[in-house]
């Protein structure tokens, strides 16, 4: 794959796209898109299949998992239907997503095993991490919420007193004028 390929609108891909580099999908790709570099949808794209990259920024459609090495960015006439991970994630207001949402970093690639998985998932190729400036490393660490006292206990209440009188004062006074 070139440094950057695109795939137009109209063009209909029935297959997966894997390559190095980066790619732009303004049509349909029916099958994984699997590059190194950055994938971005057009508001008009759709994929119905795993999409991996480094930073993937989708205005279309998706049907399947998306794993991003850097970074996934909704924007807001994105549509996603499935898991997406990725360190992270952006959502612009009016993108729908369904599906679980993991911010982490990806695990390394493990071997293939060819034929004894029926659909091997798809993993994001290691990209080496760009230097960051010092400055921006040394972060001021998030400030903590600090609840609000809770109130006492409720103190245990004391049954009422008893509006009638007991059920044996009754009985003694029937006893009494029986015996007249």
Do not use: C
């Not at 898109?33 to 991996?52: H, K």
């Not at 090495?69 to 997406?84: F, H, K, P």
């Not at 007193?161 to 009754?170: D, I, T, Y």
């Amino acid at each position: 794959m070139a440094e950057g390929s695109v795939i137009g609108q109209g063009t209909v891909v029935r297959g997966n796209v894997r390559g190095d580099g980066s790619v732009e999908i303004y049509g349909r790709v029916d099958g994984d898109v699997l590059v190194s570099g950055d994938v971005t949808l057009g508001e008009q794209a759709s994929v119905r299949g795993d999409v991996a990259g480094a930073r993937i920024t989708i205005g279309g459609t998706v049907v399947g998992e998306v794993r991003g090495s850097e970074a996934i960015i909704l924007e807001r006439s994105a549509q996603v239907t499935g898991d997406m991970t990725a360190p992270r994630v952006g959502i612009e207001e009016g993108a729908r997503a369904r599906g679980a949402l993991r911010t982490e970093e990806p695990a390394a690639q493990p071997a293939a095993r060819g034929s004894e998985q029926r659909r091997a998932a798809p993993r994001p190729l290691e990209m080496p991490r760009r230097a960051e400036a010092p400055a921006a490393r040394a972060e001021a660490p998030a400030p903590r919420a600090v609840a609000a006292p809770l109130p006492p206990p409720p103190q245990k209440r004391q049954p009422p007193a008893p509006v009638v009188p007991a059920f044996r004062g009754l009985q003694a006074r029937k006893k009494k004028v029986r015996g007249r």
